[in-house]
């Protein structure tokens, strides 16, 4: 069963940058959507960013300008650089992705921006 795994999360002050990472254990090749959600204590799950298709990049609305997703084939991973961290990006970062017929997560990492 494919695996996702992230890495790269932690401790930020606002203003600051972290990059995400997710190594899946099998090609991403092909894949029809990869990307990113995350959840804050008391909140709903909400769409960072993902590619897919042709490849198209969708961000949420709360992190345009500040954060860019990219994927490398060879090595299997996905990346989310994030940039200009505020207080209010800290959440479990999770990563997916879709083939079509599953979907696939990881099992999140912590993303603390400090104020």
């Known amino acids: 069963q494919r695996q996702l795994v992230e890495s790269g999360g932690g401790l930020a002050p606002a203003g600051g940058s972290l990059t995400l990472s997710c190594l899946a254990s099998?090609?991403?090749?092909?894949?029809?959507?990869m990307g990113w959600y995350r959840q804050a204590p008391g909140k709903q799950r909400e769409l960072v960013a993902e590619?897919?298709?042709?490849?198209?990049?969708n961000y949420g609305d709360s992190v345009k300008g500040r954060f860019t997703i990219s994927r490398e084939y060879s090595k299997n991973t996905m990346y989310l650089e994030m940039n200009n961290l505020i207080p209010a990006d800290t959440a479990v970062y999770y990563c997916?992705?879709?083939?079509?017929?599953?979907?696939?997560w990881g099992q999140g990492t912590q993303v603390t921006v400090s104020s």
């Open positions: 590619i897919t298709g042709v490849p198209s990049f």
């Open positions: 997916f992705a879709d083939n079509g017929r599953s979907t696939y």
């Open positions: 099998e090609s991403i090749y092909g894949m029809n959507a």
